[in-house]
C-alpha cells in the first residue's frame, strides 16, 4: 500500500529534543521531494521543512531554521526531522506529505501521513 | 513570503448547494495553486493542482480556476462528505505557504 507514516511524537519539555520519522512504503521513495507540515491545534497548515530527493537540497521556514533539521534516509525509505530548542510554540500535529518527483520541487503534496503529535509543555 | 487570504473563513451550506471559497495570492504566482480538504484529525487531501486540474479519484463537482493572484475552489451541489475545511496553497515559490483555511459546515 502506497503510504507515508509518521511517528516520534510526544510531550517534550521547553527546550528539549525529539525526532521524528516518516516511513515510506510502496512507491519510489529516493526519486521524491518530501515535505513536514505542521498543524497547531485549532490552527491552519503551516509548511515546516523540505528535502530534495537526493537529499541535496534543504529549506527550512524562517521560524524553525537553526533549530530543526530535515535529512532523508533513501535506502531505509525514511525521513526524519530533528527538532531542537522547542517552545510552546512547536506545539502541533507535524505531518509528512509526498511532493514534487525529480527535479520538481515544487508539485502539490499527493500523499500525506497520519501525523504524529508533539506536545512541548 | 507570499500570503494567501481565504475567504470566507467559514461558510454554512445545505446539501445540494453551490459553494464557492476564494483564495488570494498577496503576489503573482501563475497558476501554481493547490486545494487540499481536510476533515478532523485526518490528514489533508490533494483535491485540486495547477489551480484547475482534478487529482486522480476526486469527484468532479470540485473544480478550481484562476490564475496570478485570484483562485477560487467550486463544489457543484455539496455532498454530506464535502463538509470539512479547505485550504489552498502556493507552490510557485519558497516558502510554499497555506491560506488560513475554510470551515464549511452544515446549514
Known amino acids: 500500500q502506497v503510504q507515508l507514516v509518521e511517528s516520534g511524537g510526544g510531550v517534550v519539555q521547553p527546550g528539549r529534543s525529539l525526532r521524528l520519522s516518516c516511513a515510506a512504503s510502496?512507491?519510489?521513495?529516493?526519486?521524491?521531494?518530501i515535505h513536514w507540515v505542521r498543524q497547531a491545534p485549532g490552527q491552519g497548515l503551516q509548511w515546516v521543512a523540505t528535502v530534495s530527493y537526493d537529499g541535496s537540497q534543504k529549506r527550512y521556514t524562517d521560524s524553525v531554521k537553526g533549530r530543526f533539521s530535515i535529512s532523508r534516509d533513501n535506502f531505509r525509505r525514511t525521513l526524519y526531522l530533528q527538532l531542537s530548542s522547542l517552545g510552546i510554540e512547536d506545539t502541533a500535529l507535524y505531518f509528512c506529505a509526498r511532493g514534487g518527483q525529480g527535479r520538481n520541487s515544487r508539485g502539490p503534496l499527493d500523499l500525506w501521513g497520519p501525523g504524529t503529535m508533539v506536545t512541548v509543555s | 513570503d507570499i500570503q494567501l487570504t481565504q475567504s470566507p473563513p467559514f461558510l454554512s451550506a445545505s446539501v445540494g448547494d453551490r459553494v464557492t471559497i476564494t483564495c488570494r495570492a498577496s503576489?503573482?504566482?501563475?497558476?501554481?495553486l493547490a486545494w487540499y480538504q481536510q476533515k478532523p484529525g485526518k490528514a489533508p487531501k490533494l483535491l485540486i493542482y495547477?489551480?484547475?486540474t482534478l487529482q486522480s479519484g476526486v469527484p468532479s463537482r470540485f473544480s478550481g480556476s484562476g490564475s496570478g493572484t485570484e483562485f477560487t475552489l467550486t463544489i457543484s451541489s455539496l455532498q454530506p462528505e464535502d463538509f470539512a475545511s479547505y485550504s489552498c496553497q502556493q507552490l510557485n515559490t519558497y516558502p510554499p505557504t497555506f491560506g488560513g483555511g475554510t470551515k464549511v459546515d452544515i446549514k
Open positions: 495547477d489551480a484547475s
Open positions: 510502496a512507491f519510489n521513495f529516493d526519486t521524491y521531494t
Open positions: 503576489q503573482h504566482i501563475s497558476s501554481s
